[in-house]
C-alpha cells in the first residue's frame, strides 16, 4: 500500500464562505418568491427549499488538522489519499476517516481518555456516546510495555521491562498493512524483548557467546544495557517496518531476577562480594609480610630461624586478615 498525499484541499473557508453564502441567498430567494407567488417564483421557490434541504452535504467535507496530525481517507471503501500538513480542509463530503487504532488505549503517551457526553435516548433515559477521534498522531510516542518474566541464556527468571520510543512514518501501511497497529507494535515489543533476553545471562558469566561469533565474552543484562538496547530496537524496528512505524529508540526501564530466586541471587552476589574483599586483604597482608620480613633482614634488626619467621608471618596474618581489632599477648619471657 503506498501512501498519497493530499496537498491541494486546503479549501475548508472559502467552502465553508461560499456555502454560508448560497444559504443567505436561497432564504432570500425564498422570501421573494413566497412574498410574489407566480410560474416563475414556483421554479425559484422549488430551487431554494432544495438547496435548504442539502446544501449543508458540503459541510461535511469540512476537516480541520493541527500540527503532527494525519487524516487517512476512504471514498466507498476505497483509499483516496492521507493529509497531513495543519490548515483548514474540504474534502468529499462522502470520505471516511479510518483509524482501526481510535479506541485502543495501551500504557502510552498520546492515549487519553475520549470525550464522552450524555445524550437522552427516546425513552427519556440519559445515555452516555463516546466521540471518537479518527486523526493519527505523527508525534513521538513513547510505549511503556508490562513488565515480563523471562529466561535469561542461563535458565535463571528475570523480570524486565522496556520503554521504546516511536512514531507513524508511513500512515497508510500502519491502517490498512495491519489490524491494529498500536496493538500490532506492543505484541511485537514483546516477542523482540524475549529473543534478545534469552541470548544474555543477568550478569557477566564464563564461557557465554552473546555476539554470535564463536567467542566468549563479557556481555550481560546489567552490564551491557545500552548495547542490549540496541538490539532489541533493531529487533522492533525489523518486525515493524511493514507497519509504517518508526523505532526511534529503545530503552531498559526495569531489570531484577524475579522473586522466586531474588534471594538466592542476593546470597550469591553477597558471597561472590566477600570472597573478592577477602582475595584482596589477603594480597594486601601477603605484601604488607613480605615488605616486613625484608626491611628485618636488610637492617639486621632480628635475625630469625625459619620457625620464628614462620610464627611471625602466622600471627601477622592473623592479625592483618581478621574481622576484628587484635588483642596482643605480651611475652615477657624468652623467645626461645
Not at 493541527?66 to 487517512?72: D, I
Request: charged letters at 20%.
Amino acid at each position: 500500500m503506498e501512501e498519497k498525499i493530499l496537498s491541494n484541499k486546503k479549501h475548508g473557508m472559502a467552502v465553508l464562505l461560499l456555502t454560508i453564502l448560497l444559504y443567505v441567498i436561497a432564504c432570500l430567494g425564498l422570501a421573494i418568491s413566497v412574498s410574489l407567488y407566480n410560474t416563475a417564483e414556483a421554479v425559484l421557490l422549488s430551487v431554494c427549499v432544495a438547496y435548504l434541504c442539502l446544501g449543508w452535504i458540503p459541510l461535511l467535507g469540512l476537516r480541520v488538522l493541527k500540527p503532527k496530525e494525519a487524516l487517512v481517507l476512504t471514498l466507498f471503501g476505497k483509499y483516496v489519499g492521507t493529509i497531513k500538513d495543519e490548515g483548514f480542509y474540504w474534502v468529499n463530503p462522502f470520505c471516511v476517516a479510518v483509524n482501526p487504532a481510535a479506541k485502543t488505549r495501551l500504557n502510552q503517551s498520546g492515549d487519553v481518555r475520549t470525550v464522552s457526553a450524555p445524550v437522552a435516548n427516546t425513552n427519556g433515559e440519559s445515555v452516555s456516546v463516546e466521540f471518537v477521534n479518527k486523526k493519527l498522531s505523527l508525534k513521538i510516542m513513547t510505549l511503556n510495555n508490562n513488565k515480563q518474566k523471562v529466561n535469561d541464556c542461563l535458565g535463571n527468571p528475570v523480570e524486565i521491562g522496556i520503554a521504546v520510543i516511536w512514531r507513524i512514518v508511513d500512515t497508510a501501511k500502519a491502517v490498512f498493512n495491519v489490524d491494529n497497529y498500536k496493538e500490532f507494535l506492543s505484541l511485537q515489543c514483546d516477542a523482540a524483548l524475549r529473543n534478545i533476553v534469552r541470548i544474555y545471562p543477568y550478569d557477566v558469566a564464563p564461557g557465554i557467546d552473546t555476539t554470535g561469533d564463536g567467542l566468549a565474552d563479557d556481555g550481560s543484562l546489567r552490564g551491557s544495557s545500552e548495547i542490549v538496547a540496541s538490539r532489541i530496537r533493531d529487533e522492533i524496528q525489523e518486525r515493524v517496518a511493514e507497519a509504517g512505524i518508526e523505532i526511534v529508540e529503545a530503552r531498559i526501564t526495569y531489570l531484577a531476577y524475579a522473586t522466586e530466586i531474588a534471594a538466592v541471587m542476593l546470597q550469591r552476589q553477597q558471597a561472590s562480594a566477600i570472597i573478592d574483599a577477602r582475595k584482596m586483604i589477603v594480597d594486601g597482608a601477603v605484601g604488607m609480610v613480605e615488605m616486613a620480613l625484608e626491611r628485618l633482614n636488610e637492617h639486621g634488626t632480628v635475625v630469625l630461624d625459619e620457625e620464628r619467621k614462620a610464627a611471625m608471618v602466622s600471627n601477622l596474618l592473623v592479625v592483618l586478615c581478621g574481622n576484628r581489632d587484635a588483642q596482643p599477648v605480651v611475652n615477657s619471657g624468652s623467645l626461645y
